[in-house]
Nanobody
């Protein structure tokens, strides 16, 4: 199971950095992704990164504002979120998959979901 952290309350236009850590294991040949779930909505894809090689992908709604990255030494994936908007408010989850890139946006191919971290963007 993965552990997501770093959420909080931030004003519109602010920034947060989320962390996704895997305890007791490595990400090895997985792709690690962030999804988010707002109240009353489905869990939506945000961004993904291939652990070996660094290939990345983003949802159109976050391109240019969010950046996904990884730290091999810390076995952690980060999501840097800038220029946050109220519509970014959600619980953010990280998960892993070995599915091909064209299916990265489909949450049904992911596992190892942790409890998530709440991000609230409000003035």
């Amino acid at each position: 199971q993965l552990q997501a952290s770093g959420g909080g309350l931030v004003q519109p236009g602010g920034s947060l950095r989320l962390s996704c850590a895997a305890s007791g294991r490595t990400f090895s040949d997985y792709t690690v992704a962030w999804f988010r779930e707002a109240p009353g909505k489905e869990r939506d894809f945000v961004a993904a990164i291939r652990w070996s090689g660094g290939d990345t992908g983003y949802a159109d709604s976050v391109k240019g504002r969010f950046t996904i990255s990884k730290d091999y030494a810390k076995n952690t994936v980060y999501l840097q979120m800038n220029s946050l908007k109220p519509e970014d408010t959600a619980v953010y989850y990280c998960g892993t998959t070995r599915i091909i890139r064209s299916s990265w946006r489909d949450g049904k191919y992911y596992g190892n979901w942790g409890p998530g971290t709440q991000v609230t963007v409000s003035s």
